[in-house]
Every structure is written in structure tokens, then in C-alpha cells.
């Protein structure tokens, strides 16, 4: 069985091991027999390792789980939503200030195609699987090259990032690239 300690000695050895890395983990609130003190707990964990990234949901009973045919929903679906808007808002505000950390850097950055606000940029995934938002142009193929290209899905690209939210980066492109060539 994990203690909360020994979790938090393993997250502080990931850190130390591999500087910058992002974490993410799923939370479900309301659990069969959750208290107070256990809701507690839980947010203090989130401001401990602050997350990256992190997908909270709320209980429900599903037919096949063990749960369902052993346990009783006893947390009252007011306090299921009370709690995880509380979640929400920790997770937020320590994301939030994990992404602020990457402004003014450089990131490696996985082209996945046009994002879902606008047209006009585009979306991929940082090496710490961030979402990262950058308009669409054409960029320079290497950093000492004068050719340009339009980016495409698939490419990977060295993107400046100028701001965050707490679900994603933004940033100007700078340059075409490669897993090999990025040193970031």
C-alpha cells in the first residue's frame, strides 16, 4: 500500500532525476466513504506536487465495478460537486504556476494540426505533453538557414513561449527542428 510520504519522496526523486518534468495524474472525488479530512488531504496533495496536467472527475456508481456491488454511495452529490469544484480551482491555480514557469523558454514542441479556437493558429504537444498554441506561418527549416516553411502536422518545432494558462502554452514559433537537433 502507498503512504502519501512515500509518494511524495518518489515525485521529489522524479523532480530531482529529470529537471522540468511535467506530471499529471487523475483525481476522483466522492468516493465511496470519502470524509472531509480525506477531500483535505487530496487538495493538500495537489499543492504539494503541483501537477502540470490532472483530470478530476466527480464519483458515479458504474454497473461492472466492484464498487457498485459492495460498496454504498454515501457522499451526497451537493458535497461530490462542492468538492470538485475545489479540486478544480487548487489544480488550476498550482498548474497555473508550473506553466508560468516556462515563459521566456524555448520548447520542443510535436505539430498535431489547427487548433480548436482559431484558424489561424496552431496546436501541438511539448516534450512534457503541454498543449501549446503558436500562430500558423512559415518558419525557418534549421537555425542556420535562410529557407522557409509552413508548419505542418507531424513536424516538430522549437516554439518561444510569451504565456500560459493553466491547461496550456503560448508562444511564437522560432524554428523547424528535430528530436536529435532540438537542445533545447
Known amino acids: 500500500m502507498y503512504t502519501r510520504e512515500a509518494?511524495?519522496?518518489?515525485?521529489?526523486?522524479?523532480?530531482?532525476?529529470i529537471p522540468g518534468v511535467s506530471l499529471s495524474s487523475d483525481f476522483i472525488t466522492g468516493f465511496c466513504g470519502e470524509?472531509?479530512?480525506?477531500?483535505?488531504?487530496?487538495?493538500?496533495?495537489?499543492?504539494?506536487?503541483?501537477?502540470?496536467?490532472?483530470?478530476?472527475?466527480?464519483?458515479?456508481?458504474?454497473?461492472?465495478?466492484?464498487?457498485?456491488?459492495r460498496l454504498k454511495?454515501?457522499?451526497?452529490?451537493?458535497?461530490?460537486?462542492r468538492r470538485l469544484q475545489e479540486l478544480n480551482?487548487?489544480?488550476?491555480?498550482?498548474a497555473s504556476k508550473m506553466n508560468l514557469k516556462a515563459v521566456g523558454t524555448n520548447q520542443l514542441?510535436?505539430?498535431?494540426?489547427?487548433?480548436?479556437?482559431?484558424s489561424k493558429d496552431l496546436c501541438g504537444r511539448s516534450d512534457g505533453n503541454i498543449r501549446v498554441i503558436f500562430p500558423a506561418m512559415e518558419i525557418s527549416t534549421?537555425?542556420?538557414s535562410?529557407?522557409?516553411?509552413e508548419i505542418k502536422p507531424g513536424d516538430y518545432i522549437l516554439v518561444?513561449?510569451?504565456?500560459?494558462?493553466?491547461?496550456?502554452?503560448?508562444?511564437?514559433?522560432l524554428r523547424h527542428t528535430s528530436l536529435k537537433d532540438s537542445a533545447v
Open 7 to 17: 509518494y511524495l519522496d518518489l515525485v521529489e526523486n522524479i523532480r530531482k532525476t
Open 35 to 69: 470524509t472531509e479530512d480525506d477531500h483535505q488531504q487530496t487538495l493538500s496533495l495537489l499543492q504539494s506536487v503541483k501537477y502540470n496536467t490532472g483530470f478530476l472527475f466527480a464519483y458515479s456508481m458504474r454497473k461492472k465495478t466492484h464498487a457498485y456491488h
Open 73 to 81: 454511495d454515501d457522499v451526497p452529490t451537493e458535497v461530490k460537486k
Open 89 to 94: 480551482t487548487v489544480f488550476r491555480e498550482e
Open 109 to 118: 514542441v510535436l505539430v498535431e494540426g489547427v487548433s480548436k479556437k482559431s
Open 142 to 144: 534549421h537555425s542556420s
Open 146 to 149: 535562410s529557407s522557409f516553411a
Open 160 to 173: 518561444k513561449i510569451t504565456d500560459t494558462s493553466y491547461q496550456s502554452l503560448r508562444g511564437i514559433p
